[in-house]
Every structure is written in structure tokens, then in C-alpha cells.
């Protein structure tokens, strides 16, 4: 088991290849998906301060040498062309697009080649961590459109079935079933969070109206338990600070911790 997380380990590691080969290989290996995708997490990761501080270095030392001259200067006029360009269309944006663009697994994207491109660009190292961290965590979690775990792995008295998008389907009651490319959901999550992000005034004043439209159980008794105890009522909603409201016939309560379970 421990010769497979290494493996899954240094696959991550890898440029071009990264979090999005490593997954799939871990599980074909047979690995649990939730330790692998840490692990991949961790691999991807690891290299990132190394090419920040050290990559542009070693082009520049590069740049006039005879054998890899002509390589140092395409990486060097193509990074710094492809970053300004960036910087010019993403403005203050510039984490965001640098996020997006490590975690949208499409060929020439990814960790290694974000960094290389946000030290070119002189961007602030604690920018880089965040991007590169919230597009590796992105780019994990899109891989499991297609997975779900099986009954038997989920905590004791899981609510709900665990599925994936392919199994449910997208259009609701009576709609024809169908199966999302991975494509086309990438497309859709990336103009959401850049939606997001360009308005972000409007998205937060809009989001806990969103999620209560699709809010499961909303005016059925639910059960809600946490850490032993059990508190039951009539689920009402979200509440201002983004907890579930529960009528318990006394009081309308908000919680923000717990497991939910519908009620008897």
C-alpha cells in the first residue's frame, strides 16, 4: 500500500503529467480516492517553490549557452509574451486567471507551467501559493465527475447514496438524460467563477437564494446530528450566515455543524 501512494506520489510530481495522471492511476491501482487525492495534492505542490525561485535562474543562466541556449530563450520570450498578455487581459485579476489556468487540465496548463509563467511575471510568492494551490485543488476534484464511491465506503448512516453527475443525469424530472462532458462542465465552471469574481457583490447577495432553491429536505423534519446529540425540527432554510434553520417548535435555530438526516 505504501510503495502505491509513493508511486502515486511521484507521478504528481511530474510536469505535464501532474495531479490529473496521478489520480487515475492511483485509482487503477486500487487506492482509496480521498487519500490518493491528498497525496496527489501534496506531489503537485512540492515542486512549486523550486521553480518559482529557482526555474527563471536557471533559464537566464542558460540563455547564452551553446546546447540549451535555444531552448532557455524560447521558454524566456514565450513566457514573458504569454505572461504580459495574461496580465494585460486579466488585470487585477491576475490570481484568478493564474488559478484558473492551473487548474483547467488541458494540455500546456498545470502547476509547473503556471509557476514558471508567474515568476516571468514577478508575481508575489504568496500569489503564486494560493493560485497554484486553489488550481491543483481544482483540478483533482474536477476528475471525479465520473466516480462515485461505493455504498460500503461511506461514514456510518450517510444520508444519501453518494453518485456522480454521469449516473444522475442533468435536466431534472422528466428530462432525457444526459451525460456532461468534461469539456462542457470545465466551460460552465469556469464562467461561473469568473462571473463570480467580476461581481462579486452580486454573487454574494445571490448565492444563499441559489442554494435554497435546490435546498434537499426544505419544509420536512430532518434530524440533525452532531457529536452525540440530536436536535430535530422542520428544516426552514439557510440562514444569513450561511448555517441550516431549524424549527424546533420552541425556536427557530441556525446550526453550522453537523450531519443531516431525514426525519421519521
Not at 10 to 39: K, Q
Not at 109 to 119: F, H, K, P, V
Not at 230 to 252: I, N, Y
Request: charged share 20%; proline share 5%.
Amino acid at each position: 500500500m505504501l510503495k502505491s501512494y509513493l508511486i502515486v506520489f511521484f507521478i504528481s510530481m511530474l510536469p505535464l503529467i501532474e495531479l490529473r495522471g496521478a489520480i487515475p492511476v492511483g485509482i487503477g491501482m486500487g487506492l482509496p480516492i480521498l487519500p490518493t487525492y491528498l497525496v496527489c495534492v501534496v506531489g503537485n505542490m512540492l515542486p512549486v517553490p523550486f521553480i518559482y525561485l529557482f526555474a527563471r535562474k536557471v533559464l537566464i543562466w542558460g540563455y547564452h549557452k551553446p546546447i540549451i541556449g535555444p531552448f532557455c530563450r524560447f521558454c524566456i520570450v514565450k513566457g514573458e509574451k504569454g505572461g504580459r498578455a495574461l496580465e494585460a487581459k486579466a488585470g487585477r485579476g491576475l490570481v484568478a486567471a493564474l488559478l484558473l489556468f492551473v487548474g483547467i487540465p488541458l494540455p500546456g496548463t498545470g502547476a509547473w507551467t503556471g509557476t514558471l509563467a508567474a515568476s516571468i511575471l514577478d508575481m508575489k510568492f504568496k500569489d503564486v501559493l494560493i493560485a497554484c494551490m486553489g488550481g491543483v485543488l481544482l483540478a483533482g476534484v474536477g476528475l471525479d465527475v465520473v466516480w462515485a464511491p461505493d455504498a460500503a465506503e461511506l461514514r456510518a448512516g450517510a444520508a444519501l447514496e453518494a453518485i456522480c453527475l454521469a449516473e444522475a443525469g442533468v435536466g431534472g424530472k422528466g428530462a432525457t438524460k444526459h451525460i456532461p462532458t468534461a469539456e462542457a462542465l470545465w466551460q460552465q465552471l469556469v464562467i461561473c467563477l469568473y462571473s463570480a469574481y467580476n461581481n462579486d457583490h452580486s454573487f454574494l447577495e445571490r448565492w444563499r437564494e441559489g442554494l435554497d432553491e435546490v435546498l434537499l429536505w426544505r419544509g420536512l423534519t430532518v434530524e440533525l446530528h452532531d457529536d452525540g446529540q440530536v436536535t430535530r425540527g422542520r428544516l426552514e432554510g439557510l440562514g444569513a450566515s450561511g448555517g441550516v434553520l431549524l424549527d424546533t417548535g420552541a425556536r427557530v435555530e441556525e446550526f453550522f455543524c453537523g450531519s443531516l438526516r431525514r426525519g421519521g
